[in-house]
């Protein structure tokens, strides 16, 4: 329990770091910034390994065979990102590029 607090707060933290670098990514302060990872972490949980999974079976697993099955779950990281995004009334990327430099840099 201790561990996931300890890793929400550091998301939190990197969040807002990546917020304030990148020009297309809105996001209102700390407490939303924990919301948002509280978030991405429940559905990184939930969902990170169908995405991953049908990316890997839309791709062939041609990422996967080649040793590069990490590009896969940056994207699949990324969607989970825009789906926050969706849930979130305070926090916006604009566009898909933002929410894979945020899975990128949060990665």
């Known amino acids: 329990m201790l561990n996931w607090l300890i890793h929400i707060i550091i998301d939190a933290a990197v969040l ?3 917020a304030k670098m990148l020009p297309k990514v809105e996001l209102k302060g700390w407490k939303t910034a924990i ?4 978030i991405i972490g429940i559905l990184s949980f ?4 169908i995405l991953t999974a049908v990316l890997n ?6 990422f996967y065979f080649l040793g590069l ?3 896969t779950r940056i994207i699949a990281y990324a969607i989970i990102i825009e789906i926050a995004d969706k849930l979130s009334s ?9 929410s894979l430099w945020l899975a990128i840099i949060i990665a």
Do not use: E, Q, R, Y
Not at 35 to 38: C, E, K, P, R, T
């Open 90 to 98: 305070d926090f916006k990327t604009h566009g898909f590029m933002p």
């Open 35 to 38: 919301l948002v990872a509280v």
């Open 69 to 71: 099955g990490f590009i």
């Open 46 to 49: 939930l969902l990170s390994w």
């Open 57 to 62: 079976i839309a791709t062939l697993g041609i």
């Open 16 to 18: 807002l770091i990546a």
